[in-house]
């Protein structure tokens, strides 16, 4: 039965991370911008196109459906001409993984960036998402693919999240972001906790309270979380490396028959 199951869920994954082009994707930050702005511990978000793509974006009501943590160039060398290995993801079908920048070059990205991060933490939180590479998805676990046949059935909007969620547990699945979660709590550094507030028992200062943070189970974050968190800043290469809209070069008819601008 477990081969069956096997299969089974192998013939799902291979059916659910095919592309599903119901619109062209153009980058709006090329892979050079995003090379010059990222560092260690940034978490690059992927508007994907693939069909569980479809399915997370729904579910969570986002542009965003898939997540990567950038680590750097810290992970072995290949052959001289290929190029370096600067992203970690969970892969639906590999597993987590290393793998280029260049993989999400012509879709749209974002940047995420965690505030005060200290170095120390910044190299955990990296180590942390290499120490798993080569962790496996078990496609045994056919009831965790389902879910995603129906990409927009008639969830209600407070359970959505919950069926992200729904399965066996394991953080290498297909919601590449409980991986990422992991290490940035392993730091303890807060992505979106449940904050309650403790109120103070002494009768004269009965409206003094103090903010409690609580850790949410890594398995219920989504890749938008990163986007909405109030502690990662968005980076946008474009503004960050100078922008100045008069160099732009519009297509104004009289500079159509020279671009460049030359004489």
Known sequence: ?????????????????????????????????????????????????????????????????????????????????????????????????????????????????PVGLSNEDRKRVVDFAISRIGHQYDLKHIFDLLRYLLPTAPVPTRFRRRLLALGSGDPTRAICSTLIAQAFESVRYPILPEIRRAWSKDPRNFDCYAEIYHIRHYSLFTPRDFDISPYFDIIKPVLKNGFDYRKLAWSDAEQEDDPCGCD
């Open 1 to 113: 039965m477990g081969q069956v199951t096997e299969l089974v869920g192998r013939g799902l994954a291979r059916f659910l991370t095919k592309p599903v082009r119901q619109s062209v994707q153009v980058a709006t930050v090329n892979q050079e911008q995003l090379t010059t702005t990222l560092q260690p511990g940034d978490v690059l978000l992927v508007e994907g196109d693939t069909r569980i793509s479809v399915a997370i974006k729904y579910l969570t009501q986002s542009t965003w459906s898939h997540a990567a943590l950038y680590v750097g160039d810290v992970l072995p060398h290949g052959a001289p001409w290929e190029l370096p290995k600067v992203l970690i993801e969970a892969d639906l079908k590999e597993g987590v993984r290393a793998i280029t920048l260049a993989h999400y070059a012509q879709m749209h990205t974002r940047i995420c960036r």
